[in-house]
């Protein structure tokens, strides 16, 4: 069949060439924006006195009949037709007459596809954002209401100190934040209007880009055109930005699976967010939070794949661009689909405290504290850390803890040691102690949600 | 709907959980290779005395009927089958009752995921591999029928000495010949029988893994069972030759993008497997060749999702590795195609031998050989190539060729020249001198298309 | 020798465990971030009244003697110290006693470590927004010398329509524009006070992070102990950030390896940013360019490297995140490095403005400016795209270009050609037509020039 | 300073851009394998009769003295010697003369370099090769030594099966069996002589490519002179093998983290290989095995550093092509450090058989066998597994485990329960009975150590 474009050409297209080139499979996808942005830009046109007012209308008519066709899935794409945007002008031509050869007037595929896809991205980064904001309200309910829960807290995964539960939710809330900040600051870019620029040179007609832009709600118009139809920045930082966001996730993720073990105990999983086993009867496995874990891979294989795609290819457009939507379609529907159910996984787990104070028990996890006891009996930081190392060896040799200790066995290591070492490393005043900014302390935590509680 | 593992569970799978952890939509692609090993374990389970021949034979005419109808498309897969392997087991309960029941005896969903994947894998890693030996056919070809074309050879895209193009076109046969080694390498590692281990352990059943083996055509069994469950080595494997293969074809993409513009014209490209411009009439741009070099994204993007999936993963089945199916099936996809075009698009292009020959002329690419020619007449090289540095320098101010020299301006930078100077540096001698093996002189490459001509 | 935490440990540490894990030979450089630390919290401590103003004097006057002795390589770094922070407080107890063992009370290396981080990257990402500029300016200067050049513009790497060189120019300039805005955005996050939340609870003395943050300039405190000693997002997002902006310059090199070429000759780099041979006397080669081009690959690893590092890392510090140095290190030396030179070499650059001129002869460039000719004659854009096509087709078959064709040969393909076709299809009157902001039209780019300049 | 290539040359060479191209710093480590290709090809030469037998004498005298200064630190290396064959061949005429200027004759610079990295990579391959079979021994007497020590087996992190302890450690084994052959294979592609191929094109000169190669001990010698100075394949295959081979240490690094926690308590690392922390004086940190596991970004991170560098990169010499040593390098020096202390970590970690016997009790891990013992009985086991499934909701419940269960208890779930179920879920029976290939039962994995042992 004869192409849009195939004016110059003797032969026709090879059928594998159809296929190999053809992308009407993945950015069908695009139908609604492209449809959007066609509307605006035959609006603009006319405006623009570019064409008629009356040519416009029959467009814009034609253009809503396609619309409802494909919303109501009566329209059939076709291999053949390339791409959306060909799909969808051929399909006003056969629909309206010659009146829709005057639709691709004065713009390019090459701008047009940037606009659809500048369009996608920025209602599924808002939508991404809302999300964000949704995991980070149920963290905060979740850090709420287990606000006296205490555990051991890790580094090397050895217990390290006593933490709240709470404070360590709210870990993970504050990386939210900043992940909602990277969004945001990618949506601004994202956020330009491409269209006008024509192939790579601009146009040869007196068009109103700002009245395009106005039209679409872009608050800024691209700046070059050689640039805006070889850009592809916005889909690698919004990569780059789920990249990290994942990344948070899978370290969420795995944390839940070690919780979950039956080593830690930490916090059960519901029933329905665990999935069994095959063979083994006994198995409650979970699965969610493993996919979680997964999912980076292929969030950070989008992204490699978006990069290896620009690096070193000259400007303007270039065929290979055309591989940036699956990666993008991908990371979106994962992330979107990915922080939507960790906010139930979390939501519906119940937290163990009792098992998390258990755990804590054999940790030894108040050295530190006595340490600094020392200092504040008037011990340099490093001597007594050294006193305090000795006194460790000291009890696991008797499989002893330091509240089994007697004061005359404390002093064997220190005559600095008396009675009121037993009242200072207990657990609560460990933990009331770590009161500056970003601490542990059960006021300073609560104060901290209460506070972020207020942004949403 | 209860699960077939739902036994210990209370609650049901929320929807949202369902959707999230199900593969069904992408694995449901490995149905014949299902059946397949579900035929052959069945058989292996007759053969054991674990279930009864009668048993067996009800169980394989139960499979063969359901292959049936998913190959006609009767077949329904549901969200709520989990996977293939649940979606099968399923209907054969419902089509031959509780001896269906009996199939899943003596194994576990993860050792037959991996039996699935390693005989699609099989079928796959051949098919490629035959593919390849079909583009390197078409590469001889062309070398062959265009013996007598030299080009300017470059090193960092200047022109550097003359060569055969037919040589130049050998250098891709030579690459895919390690390609297909690396594949071939990768293949028995693959094919290897992993089922029997059940989830992780082994069975409880004297079942005959070598049987099961020989039914399927495996040379090897797992050694392993921990081992078994946990290696996705083999995808990873193909995924890093298939980043290789890709690597080599985008070279050859970006060649012929490079060759098919208008400053090289060292070959035009078929209008079959070009397209148009929506905007400029005049354009017939090299599409294929820049799609194929943009897959190089794709590919190395999913092998970088499989490594990450793994990094770190602690042993045996965790459902993170569900996450693997998707970049391996890609990856297989996009070969397979990128393979198949890539011959086509080189066996219809026409080499412009003219032009070549053309934009050889200015490229003072004999510089090498006068150096040499001095050596011969006994100067050192490194005096010698200083000389002809300057000569270069002397034809450059002038805009004259070496040919053009007059033998008295080469006796100003060296008595050595005398007339001999002239056959010397003309390209054929130029060519013909470098025989030793891996040479671009004419006999040599006509010999080493001969010889690997016999390879098929 | 003994360790400063070594207290607990019966075993001393094995050589080749004390090889592997130590960073000092990496972690040196961080030598004044880690001092200039040091000297606020002994400041702030004493302030808190944590130590005596004395002990804080004497903490600081060893740290200046400390500071000294490295500048001068006074200082011998051993492998035993493990790491900058260890070696430089053992020398400082060495040198001053058991003052200096006060130095480390109310902080661990976990978050002092983060504070070196962040000092030296607050710096370097500085550095590197001041490069980026001084690559705009050398860009817009050379945009603005040759605002009269006109050269090909091309799509799929085949001529699409005329564009100003100085409009290709600027197009890399709004590249720039972004990726400054990234760095100053990441900028923002990596300037966060991180000093006081201690190993990753907080710490047990009454701390003044605030005091700390104003001594060393920080806008903020960290909020939460858990994420700051677990966060590297920071260090991510400088290498993503990092990784466009080398992405850019990959594709600038590129183009300047294309245009280097002699097929292309659109520019000829400088004698002194090329090298030469060994081999072939006349060979001058773009090495600079071709190795900015191939620096993409460092960064893109490096950006891998870190995401794969923290992929599914549980929480708060594990030794995994010590090798985060070595990838963000050998990233802020290349990206200022390539800064640098990819401007001194676009500033000795010659532009060649006959060869664009020459090369743009054949490539019927003109011919989306003839079909918007026929639609200004009141044709529908997509038939006079295909009556163009034609057009074109008739002029390869006769090798003719449009503006050696007769009035009668256009009016072969439609009456709608007229006389003033021949001055329409000027090269200035393409260019002057394209004046939509963003299009290539002289006064649009010379105005862009004009009101960029004013930013520096 | 003059270049040896410096001829055609006007402007002497930038500073900054010297610095930018060296790799003198980087490559000159392979000084040793540039001097040992020397000396093959001054011999070839004069046996070739190309340079006379004196002269070639001569230069190998000097290589020699050139190779001692080096080996005795007298060599000074210079930014402005570019690189190690110009650094060599500069001394060389320094010091005998212009003989020295003959040694250059009949080779360049880019076959040259892959000479010396395809004999250093040869060395470091036969070395790792050497380094994963001394690893594997450690594994195997591990698992010979614990032959009865029996732990959970865990799929998703959940308990899932008894099994023995050494049947775990030889699934590491046989991992990195299959990395052996990777290496071994692609050392066969790393082991072919590329000297001789000149530029690109080959040489002048009536070399014998085969003589060379006897000398160097190359069983092949490269079949194309264009491929041979553009392949990097088998750089790239070694990163893919190292990349493999890392993820497979991470995941045991992962597993000894989990292990050495206060929660498994699995194992006991040495003192020696632990370190503590700055502030926590209890803290035993198991830093290797996190540092092993981080690794992997390294190296994941140097593959994709490669892949990206000769992504679409015309063929024969570019520039980038330098870029490939510094990842290669780092990987080699990771990999077999990581190796060495891996095997060291191994060896002296405290297996503690009582702690992973005493987590086993609660996991219901028999729950498998009970399913498999009602099979025996005569149910299908789908059914089987579902009344698996309650009888375990029942001991959940009640905080049961199966030993503790009446018989009553059990026939309310299935009349086919009677008193043999007691002694079929001994945990030694559960073990004995899984020894089809690749089963955990004790006697299969013992003769599976006898039989590897046997391969050393």
Redesign the interface.
């Known amino acids: 069949m004869k192409?849009?474009?195939?004016?110059?050409?003797?032969?026709?297209?090879?059928k594998?060439?159809e296929?190999?080139?053809a992308s009407i499979q993945v950015d069908k996808r695009l139908y609604a924006y492209d449809i959007a942005g066609s509307l605006a830009h035959a609006t603009m046109l006319a405006r623009s006195h570019i064409i008629s007012l009356r040519d416009a209308s029959k467009i814009v008519a034609g253009l809503k009949v396609i619309l409802k066709e494909i919303e109501t899935k009566k329209f059939v794409f076709e291999q053949s037709d390339?791409d959306i945007?060909?799909a969808i002008?051929k399909k006003l031509?056969a629909k309206i007459g010659?009146?829709?050869?005057?639709?691709?007037?004065a713009?390019?595929?090459?701008d047009q596809v940037l606009l659809d896809v500048r369009l996608f991205l920025r209602d599924e980064t808002e939508d991404i954002i809302q999300r964000i904001s949704q995991l980070q309200k149920i963290l905060l309910t979740v850090a709420e209401k287990n606000i006296k829960v205490v555990m051991p807290?890790?580094?090397?995964?050895?217990?390290?100190?006593?933490?709240l539960f709470s404070?360590?939710v709210?870990?993970?809330?504050?990386?939210l934040k900043?992940d909602k900040?990277?969004f945001a600051?990618c949506l601004v870019?994202t956020n330009v209007l491409p269209l006008?620029?024509?192939?790579?040179?601009?146009?040869?007609?007196?068009?109103?880009?700002?009245f395009t832009a106005k039209l679409l709600k872009f608050p800024k118009?691209?700046?070059?055109?050689?640039?805006?139809?070889?850009?592809r920045?916005f889909i690698?930082?919004f990569l780059?930005a789920s990249?990290?966001l994942i990344?948070h996730l899978?370290?969420l993720?795995?944390?839940l699976?070690?919780w979950?073990?039956?080593?830690?105990e930490f916090v059960e999983l519901?029933?329905?967010?665990?999935?069994?086993?095959?063979?083994?009867?006994?198995?409650?496995?979970?699965?969610?939070a493993?996919?979680i874990?997964?999912?980076?891979?292929?969030i950070?294989?989008?992204?490699?794949?978006?990069?290896?795609?620009?690096?070193?290819?000259?400007?303007?457009?270039?065929?290979?661009?055309?591989?940036d939507k699956?990666?993008l379609f991908a990371t979106v529907d994962t992330v979107k689909?990915?922080l939507?159910?960790t906010g139930?996984l979390v939501k519906s787990m119940k937290v163990q405290a009792k098992n998390m104070a258990h755990?804590m028990a054999?940790?030894?996890?108040e050295?530190?504290?006595?340490?600094?006891y020392l200092?504040l009996k008037g011990l340099?930081?490093?001597?007594s850390?050294?006193?305090?190392?000795?006194?460790?060896?000291y009890c696991?040799e008797r499989q002893k803890d330091f509240h089994a200790l007697k004061l005359t066995e404390y002093r064997r290591f220190s005559p600095k040691f008396s009675q009121d070492i037993f009242p200072f490393i207990k657990i609560e005043n460990?933990l009331n102690?770590?009161?500056?900014?970003?601490?542990?302390?059960p006021q300073?935590v609560l104060a901290?949600i209460k506070k972020e509680q207020k942004d949403f």
């Open positions: 192409k849009l474009w195939g004016g110059r050409f003797k032969g026709s297209t090879n594998q060439c296929d190999y080139t390339e945007h060909m002008e031509i010659p009146v829709g050869e005057k639709l691709h007037t713009r390019s595929r090459n807290g890790y580094t090397h995964m050895q217990q390290a100190q006593p933490i404070h360590y709210l870990a993970y809330y504050f990386m900043r900040e990277r600051q870019r006008g620029v024509g192939a790579l040179a601009g146009v040869n007609y007196p068009i109103k880009r700002e118009v691209s700046e070059n055109s050689v640039d805006t139809v070889s850009d920045d690698i930082e780059a990249s990290v990344m899978s370290r993720a795995e944390e699976v070690l979950s073990s039956s080593e830690f519901a029933d329905a967010f665990c999935t069994g086993s095959s063979i083994m009867p006994q198995k409650k496995n979970p699965d969610v493993e996919l874990r997964g999912k980076s891979g292929k950070y294989g989008n992204l490699m794949a978006l990069l290896t795609l620009l690096k070193g290819l000259p400007l303007s457009y270039n065929r290979d661009l055309q591989e699956e990666p689909d990915t939507s159910i139930e755990k054999k940790g030894l996890m050295a530190t504290d006595i340490a600094d200092v340099p930081f490093r001597q850390h050294f006193i305090v190392g000795s006194l460790v060896k696991l460990c102690r770590k009161k500056s900014t970003g601490g542990t302390a300073k901290s």
